[in-house]
């Protein structure tokens, strides 16, 4: 078992319960914010204890890719997700979340121009119809989209699209350079895009006046979800395989679900669980890859 793998899913998993938490006091914006301007700062100071001058290996137009990259995968992904949460519960979003690699496999196929085999294409079809069984809780009619969860879901939805761009469009400027060094530095990028959407919003009002639960699901967000988690995700890659290590992600939204039955008092849905398990089964279909 890798530990390290193990212990980024959970705090993964638990990062949605902590934004909805958060969420009852503080703007997204705000959260998002203070999530990535700490998290930002604690693997800044991880990669300068390793490296000091690690800034001087991106040249003017790497620094262009990382604010588009920072711009997609911080700031659009997490934006999407933190709005949808105003709507939505954080059980629908860990399993709807769940769906990002059958969205970068077709991005594969459309951009890279990667083969989509019979197997994968049934994958896909799984994965989408229970995402449409989540969105949907069931219920065949135009009359899901008066909702206000429907609407919730389909930004996270959208979320994971802003993710796929972030990782097609990324995968061959981030293989160039060593992972942390990049990571840390278009964090520190979306986290100046989100201060500078922040102090134009006045979100900063009312620090002062948060209540400690708050405090805890930003310092959890931001040195757990944001530093930490990067941190064993790397550690493990360098150990294992990445497809093994990658399986570990099918646990994230039980890790969520768990979390959000406890934490939150949140209902389990037999039509959700149901979506959300053959959700995970297309894509273990679309991403498994294929015997030698």
Known sequence: MSWPALGAITVWGLSFIATKMALKELHPFTILALRFGIGALFLLLVQLRQEKGFLKIFSPRDWVSMVLLAAFGIVGHTLLQAYGLLYTTAIDTGWIIAIQPVFITIAGRLFLGEAITARKLVGMVLGFSGIFLIISKG???????????????????????????????????????????AISTIMTLGFLILLMFNSVTGGWRGLLHLSPATWAGILFLGIFCSGLAYLFWYSALRKKDSSTVGMYLFLEPFVTLIGAYILLNEEVQWVTLGGGVLTLFGVYLTTRKSPA
């Open 139 to 181: 219920i065949l009619s135009l009359s899901i989209f008066h909702f206000a969860s429907t609407f919730g879901d389909l930004l996270v939805l959208t979320s994971a699209l802003t993710w796929t761009v972030f990782t097609v469009g990324g995968r061959g400027f981030l293989a160039r350079f060593p992972p942390l060094a």
